[in-house]
């Protein structure tokens, strides 16, 4: 199940299912070909299901070991919802099987996992952006309620004007009126935009760099193997590991090989000094003779 061929053939399945979804949403196209796109999107979806059922039964419960393992079981169970009242929209989520790429391919895997690993430092930028967020839509609310309600009436109001300045869309639309009302208002604009669209958002784009760059740096795990490296029976009851056990059993490594050098190294100097504590009892009996 995790040999290169069979990847290959699972991939090539989510693209068609991928393409089919696409079709479905053509009036034309199902009016002319229903039927058959209805029957491929049917037998791609029991692809997935023989899939995830083969290697439930190849690893047991260590299938659920893997988070990507658990991504695919949730996306095609969504798919396998049946269609009935109030579950027509869990129905229409079978559009995510097209995420399962995302598991097939390693180079997504490292992206995804860079974006999970900048977690931790986008909430603390998002904190600081919700911080000057707060505090510049409590000041707009209390300079531009009384001559711009539409915009800044009320503290919700305020918080969604902004939040359109910070994105540069259309934002003259609300800073031009405002300065005809204030002059001065660009000095309370200029610097939102400066620390909200600028700085704020680019520490976010710089967080998630630098957690790519980290992972680029790690040992990167390969999906499955050559159809000719066939796994022991030891290998085989190991479950996948990632990026951090890697590293971890190679450390491993690397502590027995220095303790093998280290005990090489003993032995030849014990070796040493007993052949130079024989020289100097034959050189102490000669000089006695």
């Not at 992206?111 to 000041?139: C, D, E, K, N, R």
């Not at 934002?171 to 600028?198: G, Q």
């Amino acid at each position: 199940m995790e040999s290169a061929p069979v990847q290959r053939i699972v991939i090539t399945v989510i693209l068609l299912n991928a393409v089919v979804l696409g079709m479905e949403t053509s009036p034309a196209l199902m009016e002319a070909a229903g039927p058959a796109l209805i029957s491929i999107d049917t037998a791609c979806l029991a692809v997935f299901v023989v899939e995830i059922g083969l290697k439930l039964t190849a690893f047991g419960w260590r299938f659920f070991r893997d988070p990507w393992n658990v991504f695919d079981f949730v996306v095609v169970g969504i798919a396998l919802v049946p269609a009935g009242a109030g579950l027509e929209v869990l129905r229409t989520l079978r559009v995510l099987r097209v995420l399962r790429l995302i598991s097939s391919l390693p180079q997504l895997r490292k992206v995804v996992s860079a974006l999970l690993h900048a977690i931790p430092g986008i909430l603390s930028t998002g904190a600081l952006l919700a911080l000057i967020f707060y505090v510049a839509a409590v000041m707009a609310t209390t300079f531009f309620r009384e001559t711009l309600p539409e915009f800044f009436g009320s503290f919700g109001a305020s918080l969604f004007s902004l939040f359109q300045i910070a994105t540069l869309s259309s934002w003259e639309t609300i800073v031009r009126p405002a300065m005809d009302e204030h002059s001065w208002a660009w000095a309370f604009f200029i610097p939102f935009i400066i620390l909200a669209a600028f700085t704020a958002l680019n520490l976010i784009i710089a967080v998630i760099v630098d957690a790519m760059n980290t992972l680029h740096d790690m040992p990167s795990v390969q999906k499955g193997s050559a159809p000719d490296d066939a796994p022991s029976p030891e290998e085989a009851e190991v479950p996948p590991q990632d990026d951090h056990q890697l590293l971890y059993e190679e450390l491993k490594e690397l502590r027995a090989d220095v303790a093998r050098l280290s005990a090489q190294l003993k032995s030849s100097a014990q070796l040493r000094s007993s052949a130079q504590l024989r020289s100097s009892e034959v050189r102490g009996s000669d000089q006695f003779r």
